[in-house]
């Protein structure tokens, strides 16, 4: 039996130490440390994470998967609540650091299981609601600016440039895995992933930037 921390860092401010030094304060020691870098847990399933896959192919009945709170195993209601009900099948059990909420298939009681349910049920709705929430005051923050005439707001600078664009938009027509594009393009698997996931708003944020 084995204790795995999963970790999700999706923006600069997060960071994997802050996330593990946060569950070691809490008690918890770790025999595997997993984590997904630059990954958006609304549009990305967790089984299509690098290494969420991995932590699926890994967990065994009896381990521990702890997570500093259900929103780092994803922000898409129906992911969540599906990874957690299928860990708990395999006799996985979940933990998280804040609440300190277990989750597990132990108990056949109805009233205890329909209790449970509920509960990841609310967490997993209000993961993808803060998600949504935040993601509404950002197109609201950047229709402002542009309402007072600011139209030098172009948003964050992309990373890869207009043949990178292209190459990685030819090869996702072709069906090429992610590893594959990243490898052809120079790019990162994250960044394909951005693209991969909204590639009219690649498009945009370079013709924002005029590359």
């Known amino acids: 039996m084995a204790t795995f921390l999963y970790a999700r860092v999706s923006t600069s401010e997060q960071t994997l130490d802050h996330q ?22 609304m549009s990305v399933l967790m089984k299509d994470r690098p290494e969420g ?15 500093r709170w259900v929103d780092r195993l994803g922000r898409n209601y129906a992911d969540v609540t599906d990874t957690i009900r299928e860990f708990m099948r395999r006799g996985v059990v979940i933990r998280t650091v804040i609440n300190s909420m277990t989750f597990d298939g132990a108990t056949a009681d109805p009233i205890q299981m329909a209790v449970r349910d509920a509960m990841i049920a609310f967490m997993a709705g209000t993961a993808q609601a803060q998600a949504e929430a935040t993601k509404d005051a950002q197109k609201a923050g950047i229709a402002n600016a542009r309402d007072k005439g600011n139209d030098s707001y172009k948003g964050r600078k992309p990373s890869y440039t207009r043949e990178q664009y292209t190459t990685v938009a030819d090869l996702l027509r072709k069906s090429d895995s992610v590893s594959e594009i990243a490898q052809a393009s120079g790019l990162t698997r994250q960044t394909v992933y951005r693209i991969k996931e909204d590639p009219a708003a690649a498009e945009k944020a370079l013709a924002a930037w005029g590359l």
């Open 20 to 41: 593990q030094s946060q569950a070691e304060k809490a008690g918890f020691t770790f025999d595997h440390v997993i984590a997904d870098h630059g990954v958006s847990g």
């Open 53 to 67: 896959k991995r932590l699926f192919d890994m967990l065994r009945a009896g381990d521990t998967l702890v997570v």
